[in-house]
Structure formats: structure tokens, C-alpha cells
């Protein structure tokens, strides 16, 4: 038996090792020669995360909108409502996306459901949007990639956030932030438009091909080819830049997640790691030395909330309005994704649940779509 073990943990440590050079290989390949179009191909081609005896990508929470945490201390009409736990038929889903205080649901037909605030129409779907093949929740806006690759994007506009670039074309992915939008081009290089008063959308010059990105309240993080992490723009309530703050010893980086006050990144190995927390809330940022290998990872305001390899829901930090509440009965999931002060997650048998902050109906999925 210990044999038959050892063989099949020596085959799968080769096919780990092999494929992880490959990726490499292909990666700086890319790098220093990446034509038009190349990245497109090499996205789905490049391992997003490594479990023993498979390649499996990592989910993650494309935009995190986190507001600021005056809302918190002051309250949203005084005490948000604690949404109960809301488990309902949601059927196949193709992504999710979550903002401040509004979620969307894409199924795998392209029809986009949002639900939550509407105060700035970001629940209002264009009737023609449909089929989509991507989108992203912000903070007051929503954004999807159309069938054609063209990037659509609407609710609030106060900084110029919906307005998409006439010479944009095609998009491979979009990052919907607080109040900016970042998107990846056909050739795979980046572009953000929208606030930049603290440099979230100075996008560095000589960065290149993005395989990953994440747009939090003031700053967003990216995955170059070499899978490099690099954030530009500010981490909320600090002076200093993002890049100061990304551990020089990180190493390759898989995927990322960003919100308002710290930002997390799933190594090569699949392993968490942390950074940036507030001196008030450090717990965020403290890993359980015991979590292992992740599947999905995504960053709320005071909180991180991560899958792991067995497929079971792991909060760590605070816990703002139950955010960390995940129900009893949960069970396996595979995909989870924080909102400001609210959770979601996809359970393996295809429905959506939402938990914490329910003031505005962001946890309550609909019955029928």
C-alpha cells in the first residue's frame, strides 16, 4: 500500500514539476516576444494554480470595490441590516461578481442578473447587453465583456468610470474598482480609466502582457506573463504607494485579490499570502498556518475569505455585519466572493449563497431567472 502511494505521489510531483516548467518556459517566452493576439492564447494555457495529480484555475473575486470604513463606524441609515443566510436556486453559473453593496450573476447562457442597490441604475441590465461573457461589479457601477470582446459598462459615472475608451476594442477580462474600471486588450496589454486621483489607473509603461487583475477602493494589482505582482495607486489611508507594500519576497504569483485595505496573492504552490492590513485589523492579513493550498481566495473590508483544497469555506479577520458567517450547512464549495461587509460563495451543486450585509438585498438571490 505505502508503495502503490509512493509511486503515485512520485508521477504526480513529476507531472507538477514538468508542467510548472513548461509554464515558465512559455511565460518568458512571451515576455520578450509577445505578438498581437499571443496572450489570448496563452491565458487558458498558463496553469493558475498547481494541485496534486491536476491543473486547476483559481477563482477569484475580480473586483473588490471595498468603500471606505467611515461607513462602517457611521453606519448605513444607522445599523446595516444582517442579512440571514439566502440559499437559493440559482442554476449553472459562468461567474459572479460582487461590489459594495449590489452582486451579479452571469449564467452560462451570457444573461446577466444583478441584484442589490440600484441607486445608480447598476442592477439596470441593457435589455440588448445579452450574451455576455464576463463581468464585474464595482461600487456604484457594473461592467461586462459582450459576446464580441466589447466592453459595456453602466450605472454610476461621477468619475468618468463607465465611460469606455471609443479605441478600446476587444477585451480579454475587466476589473470593476470603487470608482474606476481596468480592462486587458486583445494584445493583452492594460488600460484603466475612471478616478486616478490616487493613481489607480497609471498604469506603469513598461509592465506589458497581463495574465491577472484586481481594482480595490484606490489601487489595483496585476499578474504579468512572468507572473510578477506589481500595484500601483495607494492603499487607502496610507501616503505611501502600493509597490512599497508588496513583499519583496512573494514570488511568482498565481492570482490576486484587492479591497480597501489589504490585498492577498495565491503563490505558484497555491499558498495564501497577506498584506497591507490596517494596524486596527491585522487579523485580515493573518493567514491560518494550517489553510494549505487554495481554490479560490477573495478580500472584503477587515476580512479574507479563502477555499481550500477541500473545497471547504475558511474566513479569517473580522467579521463586519457576519461577513465571516458562513452558514452550518454550507458544504462544499467552489468559488467565493466578498463584497464590502457581505459574502458569497457558489456551492458545488450550483447554487449561490449570500451572507452578512443584507441593508440594500445584495444577499438575496432570486428564486427564478
Known amino acids: ?93 459562468l461567474e ?6 449590489h452582486s ?56 468618468g468610470q463607465c465611460n469606455v475608451p471609443v479605441d478600446l476594442g476587444p477585451v480579454l477580462e475587466v476589473a470593476a474598482g470603487h470608482d474606476h474600471t481596468c480592462a486587458v486588450r486583445a494584445e493583452g496589454h492594460l488600460v484603466c480609466f475612471g478616478n486616478t486621483g490616487s493613481g489607480q489607473c497609471d498604469v506603469p509603461a513598461d509592465f506589458g502582457p497581463v495574465l491577472a487583475i484586481s481594482a480595490g477602493l484606490s489601487h489595483t ?18 501616503k505611501a504607494s502600493c509597490p512599497r507594500h508588496v513583499p519583496a519576497d512573494l514570488g511568482p504569483v498565481l492570482a490576486v485579490s484587492t479591497g480597501a485595505t489589504h490585498t492577498c496573492a495565491v503563490g505558484r504552490d497555491a499558498r495564501l499570502v497577506c498584506f497591507g492590513c490596517w494596524n486596527d485589523s491585522p487579523t485580515a492579513c493573518d493567514v491560518p498556518a494550517n489553510l494549505g493550498p487554495v481554490l479560490s481566495v477573495a478580500v472584503g473590508e477587515d476580512y479574507t475569505c479563502a477555499v481550500r483544497s477541500d473545497a471547504q469555506l475558511v474566513c479569517f479577520g473580522s467579521n463586519p455585519l457576519g461577513a465571516s458567517d458562513a452558514p452550518a450547512d454550507l458544504g462544499p464549495v ?19 449563497v449570500c451572507f452578512g450585509d443584507n441593508s440594500a438585498g445584495q444577499c438575496n438571490v432570486p428564486t427564478i431567472w
Not at 459572479?96 to 453593496?101: A, E, I, L, Q, Y
Open 1 to 93: 500500500m505505502w508503495e502503490r502511494a509512493s509511486s503515485e505521489f512520485r508521477r504526480t510531483l513529476r507531472f507538477v514539476v514538468v508542467t510548472w516548467v513548461l509554464a515558465r518556459i512559455v511565460s518568458r517566452c512571451a515576455e520578450v516576444f509577445c505578438p498581437p493576439g499571443c496572450v489570448a492564447a496563452l491565458r487558458p494555457a498558463i496553469p493558475e494554480m498547481i494541485n496534486p495529480g491536476m491543473v486547476t484555475p483559481i477563482k477569484v473575486t475580480k473586483s473588490m470595490a471595498a468603500s471606505s470604513r467611515s461607513r462602517r463606524e457611521a453606519g448605513s441609515s444607522g445599523h446595516p441590516a444582517q442579512g440571514a443566510q439566502r440559499a437559493m436556486p440559482a442554476g449553472p453559473l
Open 96 to 101: 459572479v461578481s460582487v461590489g459594495n453593496d
Open 104 to 159: 451579479c450573476a452571469l449564467k452560462t447562457g451570457g444573461n446577466l442578473v444583478c441584484f442589490g442597490s440600484n441607486k445608480n441604475g447598476q442592477c439596470d441590465v441593457p435589455a440588448d447587453l445579452a450574451p455576455l461573457l464576463a463581468v464585474s461589479a464595482g461600487g456604484g457601477h457594473t461592467c461586462g465583456i459582450k459576446k464580441d470582446g466589447h466592453l459595456v459598462c453602466f450605472g454610476l459615472n461621477n468619475y
Open 221 to 238: 494589482c496585476v499578474v504579468g506573463v512572468s507572473f510578477q505582482l506589481v500595484c500601483f495607486g495607494h492603499q487607502f489611508g496610507r
Open 334 to 352: 467552489s468559488a467565493v466572493y466578498a463584497g464590502v461587509f457581505y459574502t458569497c460563495a457558489v456551492r458545488k451543486d450550483g447554487q449561490l
